[in-house]
């Protein structure tokens, strides 16, 4: 999938087979799922920020962790 910025309110579902790279301009304000589980925050509002989410280390970036499934992600933006 290209790289492409979300606009404010808009959603994206991605979904990979080894891995998710996410490169944010505003860390704070994105709030995502994993696999539908809450994604954790990713940085304060106005961080730039690029984070790898592969099978490997999904489970850190959970709110809560658990098992290794494939990763997939879906992010919204906020004001």
Do not use: K
Request: aromatic share 4%; charged share 15%; proline share 8%.
């Amino acid at each position: 999938m290209p790289a492409r910025a979300l606009g404010q309110g808009e959603r994206q579902l991605i979904e990979a087979q080894r891995e998710v790279v996410l490169q944010l301009g505003s860390a704070g304000s994105v709030t995502w799922t994993i696999n539908g589980r809450p994604g954790r925050s990713l940085g304060l509002p106005g961080e730039v920020t690029t984070v790898t989410i592969s099978s490997e280390n999904v489970s850190e970036f959970w709110q809560a962790t658990a098992g290794r499934p494939t990763p997939s992600a879906s992010a919204t933006v906020h004001p």
